[in-house]
């Protein structure tokens, strides 16, 4: 009960094709191949991201000082203090 025979799979063989046809199923089987090869052919030409492109190293939008370290915000009216833990 496990797994099929061999003439398990022959019968459901015979029966796809008797329900398909040789041509339709050799037809699946060349769009199958077309859309392979179409996919592999744009994988190739794929150029590289944008951001892949570029190899210099851009400097971060914002410096965050490091933990416990108060660091006033740029923004006159707000200001960001951090202390450290346990203080």
């Given at each position: ?6 003439w ?6 015979l029966v796809?094709?008797l329900?398909?046809g040789?041509?339709?199923i050799?037809?699946l ?13 744009n994988?190739?030409e ?20 490091p933990p416990g370290?108060h ?8 200001t ?8």
């Open positions: 009960m496990g797994s099929f025979s061999i398990h799979w022959l019968v459901v063989l796809v094709l329900l398909f040789s041509g339709k050799s037809g089987m060349g769009d199958l191949a077309t859309g392979i090869k179409s996919f592999k052919k994988i190739k794929d150029e590289p991201d944008a951001s892949m492109a570029d190899t210099t190293m851009a400097p971060p939008a914002g410096n965050l000082p370290v660091a006033a915000s740029t923004d006159a009216s707000r960001t203090v951090r202390t450290p833990p346990g203080a």
